[in-house]
């Protein structure tokens, strides 16, 4: 179906064919290790526009790859375009220059048909040595998830443009996007940030995006070091933003700012307050809008997992004064049992629910033994990938200092299990599979399938949930938390674990009186 055809750029005859000045056409600018994706109606008068145009002369192209068929349309051009530029971004052969901005996934006749033929085109990109990865395992690469060159949802596009057009960026000012678990917070605070070094308005101004949580901060660094007008240096910290002043900073994982309140680093945090003429209670969040002119906080109040957190009543207090605009992300991304799933498992972990549902496109299962358990993550890992077991701060970390690689942390039934073995990007470290991945490391990612264990830390008892703070090890999340606050804390742990998995999300308690609760209201695997 497609005909593949290497030229020269600075040629200024490509072929006699008729397709080359009237036909639509998809073409790569390749420079050896940059490459730019369009389409065109006549390449030929295209590849003349590109030829004098400053930008693209800048990343020295030498060869053109233009892609020919006689079943392109024009809408046929547009999605493979954008398809394009989407996974070669991810595959990494190529640093894309393509701008992010019109990226789009419009319905067209015979869509259906053309998706599987793009899949034979890709495979064609690839025994060209154009592409080196399979739509597969691209699919499952963070630098795809979370790619500025990802198709929007459409109330990511409406807020992402609002923001955009109604924005004074002279103007101080905090802008608020609040999003449930899978809404895409991640990808619209990439996306937002490349649309804005690239715009007029704003490419002049220093800007920066703020990831708290250290995980995910080291995953972002790293799509950002493989993009185009973007760069590693871009992606800081909260206490990187002492370093300069800011016109803008975008905040994901907003509720993973901190206050001095329960954490390692008291000492520094003060530090910092005293730098920055802050008073000894000031907060992550203050630094920032200290630091910054306008911000852009990117939160889920339900993702607040201990007391260093900043509740959503201070967020509101600390920003009335200067707010610029409040918006929410609706649309559920990740979980294919889509907000419905998110408001169970809610209602499940709130003792609220009255009812036993199920959810079509979405495995929700309980095991009773945990062999069982744990067999499958190792099946499911086989067919699927990304398929990682996560849990409850409910057992002693023994082997955070040993060197060894023989020290156990859990054990179940007899089967042996230790904590993550490093803080950066966990889930996609060489032996996650065989290890338990705590929240801190799971926050922010999607999997394939979340295994979660609930610790011995929630109960249930006369017919109420109920903590156990001596099953709770997390010192730092319960030394000043009530038994209120640190019960809503583990309740958002749970929360946040059990809404990692994209396909489904299987769950084992340990509290046997708790795993009865549960079967009420989630159905039991069966072999």
């Not at 499952?140 to 990511?156: A, I, N, V």
């Not at 790293?222 to 002492?242: M, R, T």
């Not at 009543?313 to 799933?341: E, F, I, P, W």
């Not at 084992?508 to 708790?514: A, G, N, P, S, T």
Request: hydrophobic content about 35%.
């Amino acid at each position: 179906m497609f005909e593949i055809i290497e030229k020269k750029l600075k040629e200024e005859e490509y072929g006699q064919e008729e397709y080359f000045k009237n036909w639509p056409m998809l073409y790569i600018l390749d420079s050896g290790r940059r490459a730019y994706i369009g389409q065109s109606l006549n390449v030929t008068g295209r590849m003349g526009q590109h030829k004098i145009n400053p930008e693209k002369a800048s990343h020295k192209f030498k060869k053109v790859y233009f892609v020919y068929s006689d079943e392109f349309n024009l809408s046929v051009l547009l999605d493979y375009e954008a398809r394009l530029i989407r996974m070669m971004a991810a595959d990494g052969k190529y640093i894309i220059t393509n701008k992010n901005r019109g990226i789009t996934d419009k319905h067209y006749f015979n869509k259906e048909y053309y998706e599987k033929q793009f899949v034979t085109l890709w495979e064609e990109l690839r025994n060209r040595g154009i592409a080196d990865h399979s739509i597969e395992t691209i699919e499952g690469l963070d630098l795809f998830k979370y790619s500025p060159y990802k198709t929007l949802t459409e109330d990511q596009q409406k807020i992402c443009a609002q923001i955009f057009r109604e924005r004074n960026w002279n103007k101080a000012g905090t802008v608020i996007v609040e999003g449930l678990p899978g809404s895409g917070k991640t990808i619209l605070a990439v996306y937002l940030f490349k649309l804005l070094k690239e715009s007029k308005k704003t490419k002049h101004m220093e800007m920066a995006l703020v990831v708290p949580q250290e995980s995910l901060r080291a995953t972002i660094r790293k799509i950002f070091k493989s993009l185009d007008g973007l760069y590693a240096k871009d992606v800081i910290g909260p206490y990187d933003v002492l370093k300069k002043d800011y016109q803008i900073l975008i905040v994901d994982e907003g509720h993973r700012l901190q206050q001095k309140r329960a954490i390692n680093y008291g000492k520094r945090h003060l530090e910092v307050n005293k730098t920055l003429g802050l008073s000894e209670n000031a907060d992550q969040m203050d630094w920032i809008i200290k630091r910054s002119r306008v911000q852009i906080i990117f939160y889920d109040q339900l993702q607040v997992i201990g007391p260093s957190g900043i509740e959503y009543h201070k967020l509101n207090d600390k920003t009335a004064q200067r707010a610029a605009g409040y918006y929410q992300l609706c649309s559920q991304m990740r979980v294919k049992g889509g907000n419905d799933y998110l408001r169970y498992i809610c209602g499940l972990l709130s003792g609220t629910l009255d009812s036993k549902r199920s959810f079509k496109k979405y495995e929700f299962k309980l095991f009773e033994k945990f062999s069982l358990f744990n067999q499958l993550l190792y099946e499911k890992e086989k067919e699927f990938g990304l398929c990682r077991m996560a849990a409850g701060y409910a057992w002693k970390w023994k082997s955070k200092e040993d060197k060894s690689g023989t020290v156990v942390d859990i054990v179940i039934d007899g089967i042996e299990k230790r904590w993550n073995a490093t803080g950066k990007e966990w889930v996609n470290s060489e032996n996650a599979i065989n290890e338990v991945g705590c929240i801190h490391t799971v926050q922010g990612y999607d999997l394939n399938y979340a295994f979660v264990i609930i610790g011995d830390e929630l109960k249930y008892r006369n017919g109420q949930l109920m903590i156990d703070r001596k099953h709770y090890y997390d010192q730092n999340g319960k030394k000043t938390a009530t038994d209120d606050e640190l019960w809503r804390y583990i309740r958002n742990i749970y929360y946040v674990l059990m809404s990692r998995g994209i396909l489904g999300t299987y769950v084992y308690v340990c509290d046997e009186e708790l795993r009865h609760y549960f079967s009420r209201y989630v159905e039991l695997y069966k072999e």
